[in-house]
């Protein structure tokens, strides 16, 4: 490529893709490529070339979108091939972690029979006691039982009890009688006694069940991306005064003490400044770019000066784009100076969890039946 700015349908044949993947990929990554934008359409450059290139790199590793796309939220976009092996080594090493554990532990389906063969004498059990029967029947390992994927808070096993519970009591199997404390039903223990054809065709039946709490979950997860696509595209149209204003906003909505945006004509390099707390004991000092391009190492170097000229220890730099890791790696080595670097997707993440930019739609409370309110004479 040249310095020259293509089209969309252009960048996706460079990569020989058709123009529905291109679209695909392009839209994933939208927040991180440069464009300009000519009425109705959008022209990229050399920039958001090569970071599909990195992109390509990842996913011909096997690493799906929503993958890479979770890495560079958590982790940055890596700045070298060095950081792209790293990251395609690391997934490996998990991939055969997970594999080794996964393969060795039971599925939801095959989780049915057990559970229902651990209740068969009738007593109630709580959810703890029923893990713990079902993973004995099983002579399920520590590792097998303890495992769980990086992201997660929970173990495999134990969400997978939980889902299978959950369809054992829609279809009548098992019933909730009291907070997280089960039994089995007749129909539980009839089961039990059907034969082996007729105990196959219930578990196809079962497997259809689906948790809506766990669609409300994935959905709310998608929203929270649609949000967060939105308001970043908002933030790169808005002027740079207004956009200075807004981050000075986020800020004291998170917190802290009374800002202000300082004035233009005489601001040594910094946009804003924030009272750590309400009584204002110390000022946090605001660097705030609406860029496209990757803020580096020079950059957060000249806003370091800056605050080195007001004697200042404390420093936020936020842009609508990102950071390159050597900025990254700058700010960590930084002897007497604290300064945090927030890039376009955790800013608009900030102002969707503390509601700068968007307003409250309708507030959904997600109930349950409580089942111990109904014991007793």
């Known amino acids: ?10 960048l996706s044949k460079r990569f020989g893709w058709t123009e529905s993947k291109g679209r695909q990929w392009i839209k994933k990554f939208q927040r991180y490529l440069p464009f300009e934008e000519t009425g109705i359409y959008k022209y990229y450059n050399e920039e958001a070339y090569e970071f599909l ?8 590793a096997h690493l799906s979108l929503n993958e890479i796309e979770h890495i560079f939220e958590e982790q940055g976009v890596p700045s070298s091939d060095n950081e792209i092996k790293r990251i395609i080594s ?20 095959d989780l049915v029979i057990p559970i229902l063969l651990v209740m068969s004498d009738e007593d109630l059990y709580i959810a703890t006691k029923l893990n713990e029967g079902v993973a004995n029947h099983f002579k399920l390992k520590e590792e097998q039982v303890n495992f769980s994927y990086p992201e997660s808070k929970e173990t495999v ?9 959950f369809s054992l009591q829609k279809k009548g199997y098992i019933e909730e009688v009291g907070k997280h404390t089960y039994r089995i039903t007749k ?6 006694n059907e034969s082996e054809i007729e105990m196959q065709e219930e578990l196809e039946e079962l497997e259809q069940v689906v948790d809506p709490i766990k669609i409300i979950n994935e959905q709310l997860v998608e929203l929270d991306k649609y949000l967060i696509d939105k308001i970043l595209t908002e933030l790169q149209k808005v002027h740079w005064k207004r956009f200075e204003s807004i981050v000075v906003e986020l800020l004291t909505a998170m917190g802290y003490g009374d800002g202000e945006v300082t004035q233009s004509t005489n601001d040594e390099g910094l946009d804003g400044i924030i009272k750590e707390d309400k009584l204002g004991l110390d000022n946090i000092y605001v660097q705030a770019k609406r860029w496209i391009n990757t803020v580096g190492r020079p950059d957060i170097m000249a806003f370091v000066g800056a ?10 730099f936020i842009t609508t784009s990102s950071f390159s890791q050597g900025a990254n790696d700058y700010v960590k080595v930084l002897p007497y100076k604290k300064v945090i670097l927030i890039d376009g997707n955790k800013l608009a993440r900030y102002m969707l969890d503390y509601n700068v ?9 997600i109930k349950e039946v409580d089942f111990t309110f109904f014991e007793g004479e």
């Not at 490529?1 to 252009?10: A, R, V």
């Not at 690391?90 to 389906?109: A, D, F």
């Not at 930019?357 to 409370?365: D, F, N, Q, S, Y």
């Open 1 to 10: 490529m040249t310095n020259k700015t293509i089209s969309q349908t252009e």
């Open 53 to 60: 290139k990195k992109v390509k790199k990842l996913n011909d």
């Open 90 to 109: 690391e997934k490996n090493r998990l991939t055969l972690i997970e594999s080794k554990v996964l393969t060795t532990m039971p599925s939801s389906k």
């Open 157 to 165: 096993f134990v969400s997978r009890m939980r889902a299978t519970r």
């Open 187 to 192: 129909d539980g223990l009839d089961l039990l």
């Open 307 to 316: 605050l080195e000229g007001r004697s200042a220890s404390k420093g936020v």
């Open 357 to 365: 930019g968007v307003t409250i739609k309708r507030k959904v409370l």
